[in-house]
């Protein structure tokens, strides 16, 4: 058949342009996007999606689903706020208590166990705070404060602030002064920034894990206490407000699957000889030991 020459070419660009815009709009506000399906959601998280984990799940998930997801990099605090805003479908974070004024509130749903890691708190290796004779880790705290030593926060809100804030003050103190600094960055660039310093800091064990190798100053003086085991939930928003929220509820039952968990339990081994997180069956006796009760399964809501 014949094309017809004389048709107009300006009657294109706004197709052109309606297809075109999602994707250049997606690519302004995402930290990343990944798939390129039809179907899309947005989903804020920190390190998962800073360490790679968040990807290799969406592309395992995508084998049966071909949606793109926006991936929002925020800390815990962040990514709540960005759920309650509207702005993200779900959220994959670790602070317990926000998330559980969350659902009671009626903005977020379906809190789903997915996994854990473990803080540890490092600094540099002459430790001249003596940590690595602490019997807790707000006995930690207190002798770095005591000792005015070099202790790096994020100060943003995260996850990771929370847990430092909570340790602060169980240790009954509330750190000021040069030797507390505030970073209001993420964990990779502070844990970074401790190095340089010589400088306590309590990171992820999937950020120490990722990051160790380019470190020079220092090594990890305490970890164990179950107090600093790390417990991801992800929630999303309420049936019924957005497109986007069919696919973040089924991202979260395959995060919560069988294959969704052997990827977490064996993210980062290959690479780094050791896994970054463990999986749902872990987390859930460091949860169940903090609800001082028996759980029968991973939804604790």
Request: proline share 4%; glycine share 8%; net charge neutral.
């Amino acid at each position: 058949m014949r094309k017809n020459s004389n048709f107009p070419k300006w009657f294109l660009i706004p197709t052109l342009l309606l297809s075109v815009a999602p994707l250049a709009l997606a690519n302004s506000e995402c930290t990343a996007v990944y798939g390129n399906g039809p179907d899309r959601f947005a989903l804020a998280t920190g390190s998962p999606g800073e360490l790679g984990l968040l990807e290799k799940l969406i592309t395992s998930f995508n084998g049966k689903h071909d949606v793109t997801v926006c991936w929002k990099k925020a800390g815990s605090g962040k990514s709540l706020r960005l759920l309650k805003a509207r702005e993200v479908d779900m959220v994959m974070v670790h602070a317990p208590a926000a998330e559980k004024r969350a659902v009671e509130e009626g903005w977020a749903t379906n809190r789903t166990l997915i996994g854990a890691n473990e803080f540890y708190i490092v600094g540099p290796k002459e430790d001249p705070a003596r940590i690595i004779q602490a019997d807790s880790a707000s006995d930690a705290y207190a002798r770095i404060a005591k000792a005015q030593a070099t202790f790096l926060s994020r100060g943003d809100n995260s996850g990771t602030h929370k847990k430092e804030i909570a340790l602060w003050k169980q240790a009954g103190l509330e750190p000021a002064g040069e030797w507390y600094i505030t970073t209001e960055d993420f964990m990779m660039a502070t844990l970074k920034r401790a190095d340089e310093v010589n400088g306590y800091f309590m990171t992820d064990s999937s950020t120490w894990i990722a990051g160790k190798k380019e470190l020079n100053n220092l090594e990890v003086l305490f970890r164990g206490d179950p107090l600093l085991i790390n417990i991801y939930h992800a929630l999303c928003r309420p049936e019924g407000v957005g497109c986007g929220q069919k696919y973040a509820s089924l991202f979260i039952d395959f995060v919560g699957s069988e294959e969704g968990q052997e990827i977490i339990r064996t993210y980062g081994k290959r690479r780094y000889g050791e896994p970054m997180y463990k999986d749902a069956s872990y987390a859930q006796q460091y949860e169940c030991q903090r609800h001082g009760s028996s759980c029968s399964d991973h939804a604790l809501f």
